[in-house]
Each structure stands twice: as C-alpha cells, then as structure tokens.
C-alpha cells in the first residue's frame, strides 16, 4: 500500500531519503511509469526507499482556476496505480501561492532538499519547474551535482505503434471516444471514481436501476453509452452498461455517470466505486418515449454483455 503524504516540512526521519520521481503524473500512463521505473532503479542501487512527488491540485487548476475539467485520476486511484510499480510513498505536495512563488532553487533547495531529504530525482525530459517554469530537467541535474543528489533524466518514449505516450494523448483519445488508445497508453482502461448519489430514479420504473457518479474534475470523455466493469469497496468486480453525459432526453445541468450493473441489485448509496469504460457503443441520444428508451437500452446492454465477453 502507498503512503500518501501532504507536505514537506516537518516530516519524520522515516519519510525522507527517498529516491524520487518527479512530476505531475496524471493517469500514470505507461511514459510516467518509466520515468518511476528509472527512480526505482536508483532506489535499489542506493537502498532507498522509493518514492513520487507529485501536486495537488494539479499546477494548472492553479494557475488555470477556470479552465475544462482535465484531470484523468484522483489522488487515491494515483496512488493505487503505483503501487504495482513498488512506490512506498506518494508525496502529493500542496500546490498554493507559496509553491507557486517557488524559485527553482527555493523548489530544490527547500522542498526537495532540506524537507524531503531527497537522495536521487528521476525527471522526464520535459521536466520544468519554479516560478515561470525557469528549472529544467538539465537544471535540476546541476543542482543536483551541487546538492549532492543524483539526477537521471528520461527521454521521450513513444510506443512502437507511434501512440503518444502522455497525459494530452489519453484526453484525445478519451474525447474521441477511443478507449482502447487510451487504455494502450495507460496501460489499462481508463476509469471514474466517485461516491455513489442519487439520481432522479427514473431508470427504475424501466427496471434499469443505475448507480450514479458525479464527474467532478475528471476530464468528459466521448459522451454516450460505454460498456463497464465496476470495482465494489469489497473488491467484487460487476460487469455493466452506463451512460456518460447529460441526457438528451431528461437534461440535466451537470454530466453524470449512470451505471447499469448487471445481475446486481444491492444498494450503494454513499459508496465509492470504480468503473472502468472499456468499450464506447455510441453516442448520447433522445428518443420518443421510455418505451423506445427501454428498447436501446436492452441492445445497448446486449453488445456491452459481447463487448465484455
């Protein structure tokens, strides 16, 4: 299990000293898992623990207060999706007017330094950080040398196939609806966390009970219809239909995720749950009458129940 931990002064002996991997890290796409893989080979070489510093929130909902929701994962699903990569600690530093008035040395020295003790970074090329971006990956290496901790710096990696391995190339793929680029640059599919809310109940009276899920921040894929497997608190994993967006037909102000589990009936009000989009089917559609929507909805279930198998 990954130890979350949310600043950097103060802290025990017992969560510094890491080996490091630095950078915003949204969706732990498969290039940000190679920039964590070189950090842990430092790790073992100086028998360190292995660590990500990260932010929250994300620097451009900082700096971009009123920008689209973007982000493709919360802290929690982050940390879950390092732990197969044998991260001991998420540092998820707060993000505020004092880190935003960061000079890159006052970031190394005073962050990285003097409060998390670091012992090695590894940085994608692209790397940049303090006030006006003015550090760089080669930067943080001088530094470094002058510090007295190491810096490996990682190239672009692409996949064979020409994918974009980056955060921008799974929000492409996720508009277009695109979910198996998407999941090839994650390197598994894309998936919404939430609380489980109430809706307006109406998918009841047409025997189609739905689990509904606020999008939040999360970035809004394709809107439509996705084939689904959800995670229950208790691990169980559900295979479903849903819907993602705003309902053309009974318009709502604020796009949900409405999962149909399927051959489940247990109440999850007040619950987290995870639902992977494993498969778009189409887009939103209006349609005359719940009898015609009952209708779409049993196909639409009938090529999710194929899709998924």
């Known amino acids: 299990m990954v ?19 630095i950078g915003a890290f949204d969706g732990v796409h498969r290039g940000h ?3 964590i893989a070189r950090a842990r080979e430092a790790a073992d070489r100086l028998g360190a623990p292995l660590a990500v ?96 901790f190491g810096v490996t710096v990682v190239d672009r990696i692409d996949d064979g196939d020409g ?20 999941a090839a640059i994650l390197g598994r599919p894309f998936a919404i966390e939430g609380e489980v809310i109430h809706g307006d109940k109406r998918g009841r009276t047409i025997g189609v009970p739905t689990a509904n899920v606020a999008m939040g921040d999360y970035m809004r894929p394709a809107y439509g219809v996705y084939a689904t497997r959800t995670r229950l608190p208790d691990g169980r994993v ?24 399927f051959d489940f009936s247990e109440d999850l009000y007040g619950q987290t749950i995870e639902t992977e989009l494993v498969g778009f089917l189409r887009g939103e559609m209006a349609f005359d009458g719940l009898e015609a929507l009952k209708l779409q909805i049993d196909a639409d279930a009938a090529a999710a129940r194929a899709l998924l198998s």
């Open 53 to 148: 510093v990260s932010f929250d929130p994300h620097p451009r909902r900082w700096f971009q207060p009123g920008a689209a929701p973007f982000r493709l994962m919360t802290p929690a699903q982050m940390a879950r999706a390092m732990a197969p990569l044998g991260v001991d600690r998420l540092h998820l530093l707060p993000f505020d007017a004092t880190m935003a008035a960061m000079t890159d040395e006052a970031f190394v020295g005073q962050v990285l330094v003097d409060g998390l003790g670091i012992r090695h970074a590894a940085v994608g090329f692209d790397f940049t950080y303090g006030k006006g971006r003015t550090g760089s990956a080669e930067g943080l290496r001088r530094q470094g040398e002058a510090l007295g």
């Open 238 to 261: 559900i295979d479903g239909v849903a819907n993602l967006g705003v309902r053309p037909m009974f318009e709502i102000d604020q796009p949900l995720l409405e999962v149909w589990l």
């Open 163 to 182: 994918l974009k391995l980056s955060s921008s190339g799974v929000r492409e793929a996720l508009k277009a609806g695109d979910m198996a680029r998407a």
């Open 33 to 35: 898992q190679a920039v």
């Open 3 to 21: 130890v979350i931990v949310t600043d950097w002064r103060g802290l025990p002996d017992r969560l510094r000293g890491a080996a490091v991997a």
